[in-house]
């Protein structure tokens, strides 16, 4: 792999050489504003005598390469807005600049631009899917906290499920899970999640959360662009670029749950059109989480294996308890070339001790980890090349259930190239991609040399070819198709389909009729588990039946009690219809409805015991089936053997089973594949802007789904995890120099069913309230409470007891 990055590097540098024909031709380049000088975002911008569109930028910025000398018009357009420029000269070798200033009357949600539903940019208004975005003005006002996850809390269909201080899963149209693997996350375009689950490691990103430009949310299946782990939706996040964040900020913060956070972030120019920004931080903290060594701060404490409505108890308390500290930086280098083009290299790390996550084999602590990373990037106007490298080493990590040592060191390396081309006088425009990955799994314990998590290291390689083509047949019509065929050594080729119409009532509302089909590949975990569950027991006393015989029956040390992968699980299918509106009405109110239906077949279970499940007696994994003595035992001496052990270990002894290398264990749990799950919903969702600075937003979500054929006692394991109706209500103020808002939502209560953490989470109300004064130019002063009220309850069974958070910060700004 590292020869793949090193070709890449390689034709990047080649590049980045000037080319002929860069200068035979010339370049336009300018900015759309309004009087004032503000740029306007979300502007068609084309030049008429090419037809070459563009949408400006935030900023309201826009520039054209390779553009033959000449003389040209362009034409900007907003809705139902136009404005043009005649007159325009080109010169070979030159740049061109261009300012439209306009006096339109427009709503800020007709500027919006978003990149992830298609991969390239289009108006929000007018995106194929259901997306929402978090702005960079949202985020500064938000950005002292940290917890990336909170900024989607309050947005419509986004499920935020915290079982932690620092434990988030987000999900969308159900079926959540701890450490949830549906929604990909993706940080300029790197996937910074841990490869052994799928899911988001969120207290291990290394930047601070007001680094981030935008982030946007696709809700729904997207694996026609983005591949297996979008099977519900994708958060794509892009950072700052150091030439348009140039100047330094440190803050610090403080408050409950003796929170102490310092974070600092400088971008400079360097030299010749060279950029650089680093960024640095550390949270030191207490937690909400408690020992449930002989404990349960809720519920009541199980009492042996399998109940429900329990807290499962732990082998060892928590050590560090309530003490955990968090530490990230990250360097960038920019190049920005005379035509236009960037080169990026960047890297950094987070490290975290003591944060408590929720698993599917219980609770575990994460004592020492590290997440290093490294990324290079060349875009272009019509290219995006890309390679970088996601690390995870983690020595130290504490099963609380049965007090052993998880390691866990994983590698991921991507190379990924993707183009864009509009032609057709820009009424067609195509993506095509294609990417590839290497990823390496060790979780070797450095202080006894065995595997703690997986029989044995596991390499798997996978790659694929995507593409989308979208076809404006009309002013009002635009079709919309794609495609990705994913390769993987886990599966066979896999093709994801998706279409799309896209019906402009007007210029600032549509209507959009989608069909996607997905899919979602089981996890390393899912696949290779092997993990104590439980303190093992000492069977030793059985090796006697072996040793006069000079064999041995592998009882000489201590037998595990372990949750196993199913290395035969198949393929989860997703097919979703849906019917989705997004519209500006009276110029103030941006309205969003989205319906939707999936079906669902071979869907992944959670652990589930690995008897009693299934009906009749089946095993959930039947490739650990009964224990078998060994083949050099005499029949009568295998007979004794077994029905001594029956007799001792009672109902434990039809769990009893062997290893892949032939030793007993206890597979206490696995994973299987049942049947069709039919889901279905709404999602609405209001942004009302009452004037330039008063905004009240509103969301509503109803989920319900249908199990097809059910097996008998799959009520009490197959749990969507996900409320029937909830709901979002916010206000917000901002002045000049001050900012105020107040946001509160509404959960449904529902079952939870993942692992061995299965009850009730009783409905719930929380409210947040932030408060920002710009106390100079270079002083900024902020409150944050979450959960302001101290409305106590638990998001998962299983998770942590919530409690309010108030944390006022200082930033220090030049």
Known sequence: MNRKIGVFVVVTLWLLAPTAWAQSNGKIEGQVARASGTGIGGVTVVVNEIGAAQLTGKDGSFAFDGVAPGTYSLSFTLGDRVSQQDGVEVVAGETTSVQENVDWDFSFAETITV???????????????????????????????????????????????????YDYNLNTRGFNSSLTRRVASLVDGRDPSVPFLGSQEWLALSFTMDDIESLEMVRGPSAALYGANASSGIINMITKRPKDSQGGMFRMTVGEVSTTNAEFRWATPIANEWYFKIQAGIRTTGDFSKSRNGAAEYSIPCTASGQTDCLPQEGVPLNP??????????????????????????????KAEGPVAQTGIGRV????????????????????????????????????????????????????????????????????????????????????????????????????????????????LK????????????HASQFSPKASLVYSINPNSTLRFTYNEAFQVANYSEFFLLANVAAPLDLSPFEGFCAPFGVSCGFGGLTRIVAVGNADLELEEIKTTEIGYSGIIGGRAYLTIDVYQSDNTNFITDLIPQLGALPGGARTNPNFGPYQPPSALPAPAAAALLATLQGALGPAFFILTNNVDGDPILA??????????????????????????????????????TVNNPQPGFENVLQPNTPESKGSFGVSYVAP????????????????????????????????????????????????????????????????????????????SW
């Open 115 to 165: 990149t992830s539903a298609s991969r390239r940019p289009e108006r929000l208004v007018e995106a194929p899917a259901a997306i929402t975005i978090v702005t960079d003005a949202e985020i500064q006002r938000q950005a002292s906290h940290g917890q990336i996850p909170k900024l989607l809390e309050f947005t419509p269909g986004v499920e935020v499920t915290q079982s932690g201080l």
């Open 479 to 490: 079709i919309l198709v794609a495609g990705r065929v994913d390769e993987n050594d886990l």
């Open 668 to 705: 206490a749990v696995s994973y299987t594949n049942f049947g069709d799950v039919d889901t279905e919903g709404v999602d609405l969702g209001l942004n009302y802007y009452v004037d330039e600075k008063w905004t009240v937003n509103l969301s509503l979500s109803s989920f319900d789904f």
């Open 737 to 812: 120099r001050w900012d105020f808002s107040i946001s509160a939502r509404w959960v449904d209560g529902f079952r939870w069913a993942v692992g061995p953490f299965v009850g009730d989470v009783p409905s719930y109300t929380t409210a947040d309230v932030s408060f920002n004064f710009q106390a100079t130019d270079n002083v900024r002063l902020g409150l944050n409470a979450a959960n302001a009220f101290d409305e106590r309850h638990w998001e998962s069974f299983g998770g942590d007891i919530l409690r309010r958070r108030i944390l006022a910060n200082a930033t220090f």
């Open 365 to 476: 602590q994460l004592v020492d980890i590290e997440r290093p990373w490294f990324r290079v990037n060349y875009n272009s106007e019509h290219w995006n090349l890309m390679a970088y490298n996601s690390g995870r080493d983690a020595p130290v990590q504490t099963a609380l259930a049965s007090g052993g040592n998880i390691s866990l060191d994983t590698q991921r390396d991507t190379v990924e190239a993707q183009t864009n081309w509009a032609f057709a006088q820009d009424k067609a425009r195509l993506v095509v991609g294609a990417s590839f990955s290497d990823e390496d799994i060790d979780t070797r314990d450095p202080a006894t040399g065995r595997q703690t998590l997986i029989f044995e290291p596991v390499q798997n390689e996978k790659s694929a070819i995507f593409g989308q083509l979208d076809w404006s047949v009309s002013e009002k």
């Open 321 to 350: 308890l309530d003490d955990d500290e968090l530490t990230f930086y990250s360097v960038r280098l920019d190049k920005h070339l005379n035509n236009g083009d960037l080169f990026t290299v960047e890297g950094g790390t987070a």
